[in-house]
């Protein structure tokens, strides 16, 4: 069964049937696909970032105790931190990134990531998440205290709540 699906609409079953999930990027030149198109992968063992790139099921604890699925991206051997990593929570009205790349997110943007997560940020941040299937070096983990950019200017990450 071929099952293809832009990185951006997976859901909570999507990771619940397939845990680990490639970017099809030997097939960006097919017909309505591009560099968000991505396929389960079937993995025998640990997951190993080094051998292309992947995104897993992930589990986030938010502040307020609440547990809530989403999903990472493990780093390779030569790479990490959150702009890689890129934490998702995946909810029933969309998904919300907690990495926004050279994008500062504007006062509507936290509006709508706050309204997807049903929290206030009081009741998100500090936030935790950890991967949910084994991977080689062992499990991504982190925790969250915003969402997160970087300034293009100074190249310097900063959170905003």
Known sequence: MRIRKQ??????????????????LDEEGEEGQDEATVRPKSV???????EGMVVVKARFTLADGTSMAGYVTPPGPDSSGLGTIQPQIITGQGQVSFWCGVF???????????????????KTFPMHFTSEVEIVGGPVIGILNGFLYMERATKQIREIL
């Open 7 to 24: 990185i951006y609409e997976l859901t909570v079953e999507d990771f619940d049937q397939h845990p680990v999930w490639e970017y099809a």
């Open 44 to 50: 025998a063992g640990p997951v190993d970032p080094a």
């Open 104 to 122: 500062k997110p504007t006062g509507e943007d936290l509006v709508q990531n706050y309204s997807r997560l049903g929290r206030t940020a009081d």
